[in-house]
C-alpha cells in the first residue's frame, strides 16, 4: 500500500526475502507530449552523467564503487498517455555485510543527483549537454540501421498519424533534440521535480518505518498533481492504412496494427493474453508455425499487445517478393482462431506458459515493481497468484474466439528493398 509523503509524492514498500539487494527506483510521471519526451529522455542523461558535487563521469563512478558496487541509472518510458522518467538503484543489504549505513548513504547519493544536477547560472553543464546532446542525435540516427526497430516505429506513426503525441516514442525525436540548448533543460527538469507525480518503491529485506524514515529526508515539494487517464483510445478508422518504405534491405519487414476494444483494467484481457499467446506469442503459435515453420515465408513472426492503448500488432521478417503470400496466410492464422481452430492441448499450454511467465516476473524485483505502480492507476483484477492462475485457467475456446472477432486491422507497415518483385 503506498504511503504518501507529500500530496502527489507516494511510497510503497516492498518487503522480501527473495533478493539479496535493495532496488530502489524512482518514477516522475506525467502527460505524453510530443516536444517535452525528447527533453526528458536528454534530461536523464544529463542527471546520469554527473552532479553539481561529482562533477564527471569518474567522481560518480568512484562513488558507486564506495557503495560497494551499487548499480544506477535512469531511462525514460511511456504508457498509454503517461509519460515516465525512473531513476534505479540496486544496493547490497547491508544485512548481509555487516556494515550499517549504506541505504541511507544510498538515499543521499540519490539526493545528490535529483537536487544538486550540474546547473550552474541557469544552465545545465555546457560542455556536458554539448556532449549528451550529440550522443543522443547519434542514437536516435543508428535507429534507421536497426530495421526491426524501424518498422515498429514506423508502423506507430503510421497508426497513430493523426495524434502527434502518440505517435512519438518516449525519448523523443532527432528533429526536436537538435534546437535544444542548455537553459531549455533546466525549466524541463524544474517542471519535473515539481508537478510530476513521484512513484518511490523499494524492495528487498528492509523495514518499511526504515524506508520511510529515510525517504522523507528528500526534499520533494507538495504538488497538485491530476495525473492524465493512462488510457489512450483512438477512434477507429473506416479504412485500412498503408506504407512502404524502400531502403536497401537484405530482409524486408511486414508489420501490421490491429485496434482491439480490450485494455489493461477489462476482465477480457485473460482472453487476450490466452488469444495472444496462440495468435503469436509463443513458440507453438499459429503466426510461428505456421507462417515461419511449415511455410518458411518468415525469418521471424510474432504478435504483442499494449493495453493501454488497445493495440494488437505483428512483426515478420520475410522475403519481399512474398509479402503477398505473407499478409494472406497471417489473416488465415487469425481468422482460424476467430473459427476456434485450435486444439484443447495447445490452449491448455498457452495457459500453463502463461502462468509460468506471470510466476517469474514474480521473481523479478523490477516485475514487483511494476504491478505496484498500475496499482497507483489502475484497480487490481487479481489479488494474488492463484487468483491470476484461475482466471488464466478459466478463459474458454470462445472467449478466445471473441477476442479474435474484436481485433480490426487498422494499419499495415512494409520495409522492402526497391526491387519490383514478380
Do not use: C
Not at 511511456?78 to 544485512?95: A, F, I, R, S
Not at 518503491?201 to 529515510?214: H, L, P, Q, T
Not at 503466426?287 to 515453420?293: A, H, Q, S, T
Request: charge should be negative.
Amino acid at each position: 500500500m503506498a504511503i504518501s509523503l507529500q500530496p502527489g509524492v507516494n511510497l510503497t514498500v516492498i518487503p522480501t526475502e527473495k533478493f539479496k539487494t535493495i532496488r530502489l527506483f524512482f518514477r516522475f510521471s506525467t502527460k505524453h507530449q510530443k516536444q517535452a519526451a525528447a527533453k526528458r529522455a536528454l534530461l536523464t542523461s544529463l542527471l546520469e552523467t554527473n552532479s553539481l558535487n561529482y562533477p564527471s563521469q569518474t567522481k560518480l563512478s568512484e562513488k558507486l564503487a564506495d557503495l560497494y558496487g551499487a548499480s544506477f541509472g535512469l531511462g525514460v518510458g511511456k504508457k498509454g498517455n503517461v509519460h515516465q522518467v525512473h531513476l534505479m538503484m540496486n544496493l547490497v543489504n547491508e544485512k548481509y555485510i555487516n556494515e550499517e549505513g549504506i541505504f541511507a548513504e544510498g538515499i543521499e547519493f540519490i539526493k545528490e543527483i535529483l537536487f544538486q544536477p550540474n546547473i550552474k547560472n541557469g544552465a545545465f553543464d555546457q560542455v556536458t549537454f554539448q556532449r549528451e546532446k550529440e550522443n543522443m542525435i547519434d542514437y536516435l540516427e543508428s535507429l534507421k540501421e536497426d530495421k526491426q526497430a524501424l518498422a515498429a516505429l514506423r508502423l506507430q506513426e503510421l497508426y497513430f498519424a493523426d495524434d502527434a503525441a502518440q505517435k512519438t516514442p518516449s525519448f523523443g525525436s532527432k528533429e526536436d533534440v537538435k534546437p535544444l540548448d542548455a537553459y531549455d533543460l533546466v525549466h524541463t527538469y524544474q517542471e519535473m521535480m515539481t508537478q510530476d507525480q513521484v512513484d518511490i518503491f523499494v524492495v528487498g529485506d528492509i523495514e518499511e518505518e526504515k524506508v520511510r524514515d529515510a525517504m522523507s529526508t528528500l526534499p520533494f515539494s507538495p504538488r497538485v498533481s491530476s495525473p492524465p487517464a493512462i488510457f489512450y483510445q483512438q477512434r477507429l478508422q473506416a479504412e485500412v492504412q498503408t506504407e512502404t518504405l524502400y531502403e536497401p534491405v537484405i530482409q524486408a519487414k511486414l508489420n501490421l496494427a490491429y485496434q482491439t476494444s480490450i485494455y489493461y483494467n477489462d476482465p477480457r484481457r485473460f482472453a487476450l493474453l490466452v488469444f495472444n499467446g496462440l495468435f503469436g506469442g509463443f513458440p507453438h503459435s499459429k503466426l510461428f508455425i505456421n507462417v515461419r515453420e511449415k511455410a518458411s515465408l518468415a525469418y521471424y513472426a510474432s504478435s504483442t499487445f499494449d493495453s493501454f492503448r488497445g493495440l494488437v500488432t505483428v512483426q515478420t521478417g520475410i522475403d519481399g517478393k512474398n509479402r503477398t503470400r505473407v499478409l494472406s496466410l497471417i489473416e488465415q492464422q487469425l481468422e482460424s482462431l476467430r473459427k476456434g481452430d485450435f486444439t484443447e492441448s495447445e490452449l491448455q499450454q498457452t495457459k500453463v506458459m502463461l502462468k509460468n511467465q506471470f510466476l517469474l516476473s514474480l521473481d523479478s524485483s523490477q516485475g514487483l515493481i511494476e504491478m505496484a505502480y498500475l496499482e497507483q492507476w489502475v484497480a487490481r483484477l487479481v489479488e494474488s497468484e492463484e487468483e491470476f492462475e484461475q482466471k488464466i485457467m478459466a478463459v474458454t475456446k470462445e472467449d478466445v474466439k471473441k477476442v479474435a472477432e474484436d481485433l480490426q486491422l487498422q494499419a499495415i507497415f512494409t520495409l522492402d528493398k526497391e526491387v519490383a518483385h514478380e
